[in-house]
């Protein structure tokens, strides 16, 4: 194996760290046409769809509207949502002609000890 050349950067340490914690998984079933009344959280959250679905979200600031959006959620692509700012909830309606299914699992920001 060649020796590194006089000057080269050092590769960076990655630094992995088990760590067992309790965590709530959420299976949502939204019929179609059927919504999910407002609601809010405060802790982000994991969301990974069983079923492909086509949904409205749509966000409340203080009671009213602020953004309607049309999602399609794709079984493949799980994402992320942070928790929501004070006074702002959600609603989702299911668009489609199946049952939509997903799971949301809630994601704290960990502050672990190295």
Request: net charge neutral; charged share 25%.
């Given at each position: 194996?060649?020796?590194?050349?006089?000057?080269?950067?050092?590769?960076?340490?990655?630094?992995?760290?088990?760590?067992?914690?309790?965590?709530?998984?959420?299976?949502?079933?939204?019929?179609?046409?059927?919504?999910?009344?407002?609601?809010?959280?405060?802790?982000?959250?994991?969301?990974?769809?069983?079923?492909?679905?086509?949904?409205?979200?749509?966000?409340?600031?203080?009671?009213?509207?602020?953004?309607?959006?049309?999602?399609?959620?794709?079984?493949?692509?799980?994402?992320?949502?942070?928790?929501?700012?004070?006074?702002?909830?959600?609603?989702?309606e299911n668009l489609g002609t199946t049952v939509a299914i997903f799971g949301k699992l809630t994601v704290g920001t960990p502050d672990y000890d190295w």
């Amino acid at each position: 194996m060649p020796s590194d050349p006089a000057g080269a950067a050092a590769a960076p340490t990655i630094r992995f760290k088990e760590v067992t914690e309790t965590h709530k998984l959420r299976r949502v079933e939204i019929p179609p046409g059927g919504v999910v009344p407002r609601y809010r959280v405060e802790t982000g959250y994991l969301v990974f769809t069983v079923t492909p679905a086509k949904v409205r979200r749509t966000t409340y600031r203080d009671g009213k509207v602020e953004n309607v959006e049309v999602l399609t959620l794709d079984p493949a692509k799980p994402f992320y949502v942070a928790g929501f700012a004070p006074g702002v909830e959600v609603s989702i309606e299911n668009l489609g002609t199946t049952v939509a299914i997903f799971g949301k699992l809630t994601v704290g920001t960990p502050d672990y000890d190295w």
